[in-house]
């Protein structure tokens, strides 16, 4: 725990309470999502998608995917709740829009909404995990495809069973419909950032990234994915976004086909994210490569076992009603 420490020292907050004023530190998660089955990430029909310029010196407008920061955030967290009410962690009476207690390591992480008049937790805290859309490297029309799905019968086929003066009578049944889904092996870009977070709060919310495995819609049946940290940035200012970052890997791609050689691809994300940080006006430093691997392999050992230090940890983190 003392190298991920020393790793991510001057990205949190080393002082124990809530931190009740704004303290610039900022630890940025550049992540690459790989889906490793059939996705699907929509708000009404279809894939929600956003026509934008394919990169930053190729003006070609192109349509992109989207994850939607709210899906990947609401997914993320509730693995993280799962943990922290299999440790007896969180009280069973907060749940999330609901009824929230305002205390737990969760909403002291992630936020909560108003509760109930005359309750303590009357009152909100925004989230101190700022996210924003994640985009695909390559178009929608690549990527995507349609699946037609139907409903079996009784039967076990598609013909039912009809009623019809005294009789029965073998119908055929119609399709149900469609759905318009993403390739398994799609890359997607994405930056989490954590400001003003204290030292086990960014392990919780480094933690319920690596740790969370499926995103999207009908996730019992769809949407494996694989988060793979490339490079963490500790800063004192927010940084480039997302979009940007895809744009960059865009144009330093020579191959621009489905599916993409990951290794090119952490290396590109690598290069764009040090030549966009050369345009940037805050104090910076890169977590990478080595150094990355060794923080990871320390969040997998402490997670491996979390009652040796985890959950006291976790336990002894004040909320903002705390002194």
Known sequence: MDKIKELLKGGYVEDGSFPLKPLGKYIHIILRTRTLSETIFRTDEGLTIETVKAGINDNNEIQRVIMSKRKRIAAERRIGREFLMNYKLKDESCEINQSMCGRCLDCTV??????????????ALKSRVITENAYSILPYEMISDVRTFNALSELGTMMEKKEKKEKIELTMRQSLGENEYIKPEVDFIDIETLKDLRFAEVLYALGNILRTKRYGAMDSRLGKVKNEIIAII????????????????????????????????????????????????????????NDLKVLKDEIKSIYLKPEDNLISLFKNVKSIFDK
Do not use: M
Request: charged fraction near 40%; proline fraction near 0%; hydrophobic fraction near 35%.
């Open 110 to 123: 992630y936020g909560f909404a108003a509760g109930e008049k005359g309750k303590e937790t009357e009152g």
């Open 234 to 289: 500790i800063s004192d200012a927010e940084i480039f976004g997302s979009l940007e970052l895809t744009k960059k890997v865009w144009d330093k791609l020579e191959v621009k086909e489905h599916i993409l050689e990951e290794n090119i691809v952490d290396e590109k994300i690598l290069e764009s994210v040090k030549e966009l940080l050369d345009g940037e006006f805050c104090k910076y430093k890169i977590v990478e490569k």
